[in-house]
């Protein structure tokens, strides 16, 4: 495996289910990222981790809860979602900003895209 | 206002045409500066990074940023149906890296 992987690809949930996204990162990054994408709406940057601490909550729900367990994974666990968050949700990677090499590209995952029924 | 405005298009073109697309945006603290290309149904993927101003040369891609007038570009030479995907642009201040993200210009390239 290479880059960065997410799994399950696709999902559909009832609103009353609970599931988890999963994100491997392959490129040695000790940072990463949860994005929604939305039809017609820029990328939001929903959680950030930085050397498997949180360091940004963008105002997202509490149904949303992400997991950092080490600098490779990265998880995503939904309960009680709404028909509004059926979206593609991306993982991204990058350098952590401290680390001084001046390499900040994020790279992303090919997405998981939620359906709420 | 949004912070970074990019025209959604779509912007068809034929094949072999210069493509140009741009971002606009008000921040002028932003530092880094890259654009992404995004396949239907498939995650963004990174084509272009650039710090600060200048050009940046890759192939058939240049990027252009001027910071005095808040501008970026993207130019794509001989353009081929294989570029036809959504373009996105990006732009972060450093720091933790949090990226701002244009709402994409759809590109078709017809043969």
């Known amino acids: 495996e290479t880059g960065v992987t997410q799994t399950p690809r696709h999902l559909v949930m009832g609103m009353t289910n609970k599931k988890s996204l999963k994100c491997e990162q392959h490129?040695?990054?000790?940072?990463m990222y949860w994005y929604k994408q939305s039809a017609k709406k820029p990328l939001e940057l929903m959680f950030v981790?930085?050397?498997?601490?949180r360091v940004e909550n963008n105002s997202v729900p509490s149904r949303f809860s992400p997991e950092c367990p080490n600098s490779s994974h990265l998880f995503l666990h939904l309960h009680t979602l709404q028909p509004e968050d059926s979206a593609l949700y991306l993982c991204?990677?990058?350098?952590?900003w401290g680390s001084g090499q001046g390499k900040y590209e994020q790279y992303f995952g090919p997405g998981t895209r939620l359906t709420v029924t | 206002q949004k912070e970074v405005e990019q025209d959604p298009g779509p912007l068809s073109v034929p094949e072999g045409a210069i493509v140009s697309l741009n971002c606009t945006y008000s921040?002028?603290?932003?530092?880094?500066f890259m654009w992404y290309r995004q396949y239907s149904r498939k995650g963004p993927e990174l084509l272009m990074y650039?710090?600060?101003?200048g050009n940046k040369e890759d192939g058939r891609f240049t990027a252009q940023v001027d910071k005095s007038s808040k501008y970026i570009s993207l130019f794509i030479r001989d353009s081929q149906p294989s570029d036809s995907a959504t373009y996105l642009c990006?732009?972060?201040?450093?720091?933790?890296?949090?990226?701002?993200f244009g709402a994409g210009t759809r590109l078709a390239v017809h043969p």
């Open positions: 650039t710090y600060s101003s």
């Open positions: 981790y930085s050397l498997e601490e």
């Open positions: 991204a990677s990058s350098q952590d």
């Open positions: 990006a732009m972060s201040l450093g720091g933790y890296n949090k990226l701002i």
């Open positions: 490129l040695g990054h000790n940072a």
């Open positions: 921040n002028s603290a932003f530092q880094y």
